[in-house]
């Protein structure tokens, strides 16, 4: 289950229909509800379960393989074979292997959630470009200049939520940013007194800029399995810039701690990067730089930018995305990453790149930036 700060259950991460709000209904509610039971025999099925559409199509374009496979196939591994993958956002080149009959194990199991997703809270310390006031509390006051009506500020309490963590194994804290929401202490102290303490799997989205308390680090070492996702998008000031309040100085720090930490307690450390019009040209020094520090390149997981449309680097102007193609002739980074971005860039613009460099200008305004592009700045200019 996936849930959003307004308490919005979905059914994964990727944009779809809510199916219900924790403010109406019980957690066991919604996962025993007629809508997710026929989801369930649809999928089962085979047919075509609405809101699931971009897996379908990454299906028919990547040799079956989506988002929906990976999770399957994670999920099988987890749950019939007893074994905590690595976790993998850019999972296109992961392959498949159900040879698990799930129509037998439903026949046998009675469903109960095994996962949750959670947005505990939109509180977060930065303003990354990429985001938006439904995540983070920081770009309130930005929004409001741009003429858009933020959303409010969501801070229920953990246990508001109506969860059982004593029966859930494998828990996701998403955000705002987890770090700095209260929500987070209240799921230590949860986890901490759980006699079941050694089963459980955690997974954390962190913007690097706040270490967790030490209660937190303590339960770390007692779990199964810790995953710990860092996003950051670009190197040094190009980063702060991008994800606005962020200080470089602070992050490398902190990840040069989480990677002690992790090779001392084996847990799984991946950085996340977001592919946008501010980093496609240079991601190659990002990359460098964090294999250099020792992330192994298979932990650094690419994900396209699609929304806002004024990040999306299919929207860049026809002779930056020959100047960025050009250029991938001569950088070197992996194939499959290489491979993803010269597709995407070539797809016809979806908003004009005057929308793009509006947007940006009117940001770099409010928030007294300098675009640290010059390049892309120029295009924005003149555009
Ligand atoms: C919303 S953040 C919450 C967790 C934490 N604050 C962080 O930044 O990692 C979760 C993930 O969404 C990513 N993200 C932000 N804006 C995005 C966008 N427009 N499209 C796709 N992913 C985005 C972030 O980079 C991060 O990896
Ligand atoms: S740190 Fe995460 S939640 Fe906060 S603004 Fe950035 S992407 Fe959004």
């Known amino acids: 289950m996936h849930v959003k700060p307004n308490k919005d259950v979905h059914l994964c991460s990727r944009k779809s229909i809510p199916l219900d709000n924790l403010n109406n209904a019980t957690p066991e509610g919604i996962f025993n509800s007629s ?9 089962l099925n085979g047919e075509c379960v609405a809101g699931c559409e971009k897996c379908y199509h990454e299906e028919k374009v990547n040799k079956g393989q989506s988002l929906r496979t990976f ?3 994670w999920f099988d591994q987890l749950l019939n ?3 905590v993958l690595p976790w993998k956002e850019g999972f296109l080149d992961r392959a498949i292997n159900l040879d698990t009959n799930w129509e037998d194990v439903f026949a046998h199991t009675t469903p109960s959630i095994k996962w949750v997703a959670l947005h505990a809270s939109n509180v977060c310390n930065l303003a990354c470009r990429g985001c938006y006031s439904l995540l983070s509390t920081k770009w309130r006051k930005d929004e409001e200049q741009l003429g858009i009506n933020p959303y409010p500020l969501q801070n229920a309490k953990l246990h508001e939520f109506g969860f059982n963590f004593d029966d859930i194994d494998f828990v996701t804290m998403y955000g705002g940013e987890p770090f700095y929401m209260k929500q987070n202490n209240e799921l230590t102290n949860t986890i901490e007194s759980d006699p079941n303490i050694k089963n459980k799997i955690l997974q954390y989205f962190t913007n690097g ?9 303590a339960i770390w070492r007692r779990i199964r399995q810790l995953q710990l996702i860092i996003s950051i998008d ?3 000031t190009e980063n702060d810039y991008f994800r606005h309040g962020s200080k470089w100085s602070v992050l490398e720090k902190n990840l040069q701690l989480y990677i ?4 001392n307690y084996n847990y799984e450390l991946r950085i996340s990067t977001l ?7 240079n991601l190659d020094v990002l990359h460098n730089w964090l294999v250099g520090q020792g992330i192994p390149e298979k932990n650094i ?3 396209l930018c699609i929304y806002p449309q004024e990040l999306d680097i299919r929207n860049l102007p026809q002779d930056y995305k020959d100047k960025v193609m050009s250029n991938y002739t001569n950088i070197s980074l992996p194939d499959d990453l290489t491979n993803m971005i010269l597709e995407h860039i070539q797809l016809e613009p979806n908003i004009d790149f005057i929308a793009a460099g509006a947007f940006s200008n009117k940001l770099d305004e409010i928030r007294n930036q300098t675009n640290p592009i010059p390049e892309l700045k120029l295009y924005m200019d003149n555009s």
């Open 275 to 281: 592919i946008n019009i501010y980093n496609v040209n």
């Open 234 to 236: 670009s190197y040094d």
């Open 301 to 303: 997981d690419y994900n």
């Open 81 to 83: 074979h007893n074994n």
């Open 71 to 73: 999770m399957n196939n």
């Open 35 to 43: 809508t997710m039971n026929s989801v369930r025999t649809k999928m």
């Open 209 to 217: 800029m706040i270490l967790p308390s030490a209660q937190t680090f």
């Open 260 to 263: 002690k930490e992790s090779l």
